[in-house]
């Protein structure tokens, strides 16, 4: 063979290794244009949320860990997700403490924390509980970062979610999720 032959040869492989990576590009970029343009139906058409946005309206299973997030009794449950070390979930933590509806405990606080509760038992200050090691329960909601708060009705249906910022009005943010509306990453 000879060097005009190998080089034409070699050319040839070349291209065809290119076109299958173009259309391995082209496949994966069509899956992804899918995904965000159907999102919402997509994923309750999987049966398995994108994420906690997509889980407004999701109710609670009546048993295991998701059903001990609901606190029982309770007219509404804000559910705070923190993690040990975290200075903006310890603020968000004081910050709920404050609302009014959460002192006088017509709205239920939870916190379910990524480590030990040590750090958020002290921002809690007796007015809700902790759960502490919810790394579990983070991922099955699809929890996006940490502090996130979300909001439960008395049946367990999560009913607002939301990535809290320095910005964010929690007292309003609770007594908006007591009404019928229901707010849905509002700040993102």
């Known amino acids: 063979m000879s060097f005009l032959e190998s080089a034409v040869l070699l050319a040839w492989v070349a291209l065809v290794l290119l076109a299958l990576g173009l259309a391995g590009l082209l496949r994966q970029v ?3 244009t899918r995904g965000q343009a159907g999102g919402g139906s997509q994923a309750a058409a999987s049966g398995s949320p994108r994420s906690t946005r997509d889980l407004v309206g999701f109710r609670l299973p009546a048993h295991g860990e998701l059903a001990g ?4 009794g309770a007219h509404r449950t804000v559910v705070t997700f923190v993690s040990p070390g975290c200075s903006s979930c310890d603020l968000t933590l004081s910050g709920l403490t404050d609302v009014p509806d959460v002192r006088d405990g017509s709205v239920a606080l939870v916190a379910v924390s990524t480590g030990s509760c040590g750090p958020a038992l002290g921002s809690l200050s007796g007015t ?3 759960v502490a090691e919810g790394r579990a329960l983070l991922e099955q909601l ?3 970062a940490t502090p996130y708060l979300m909001a439960l009705d008395s049946g367990g249906t999560i009913v607002a979610a939301t990535l809290p910022d320095q910005h964010t009005d929690l007292t309003a943010w609770v007594r908006a999720t007591r009404g019928s509306i229901s707010l849905t990453e509002e700040q993102g």
């Open 30 to 32: 069509t899956l992804l």
């Open 69 to 72: 997030l609901a606190e029982p």
């Open 128 to 130: 809700g509980r902790c």
């Open 142 to 144: 699809h929890v996006p």
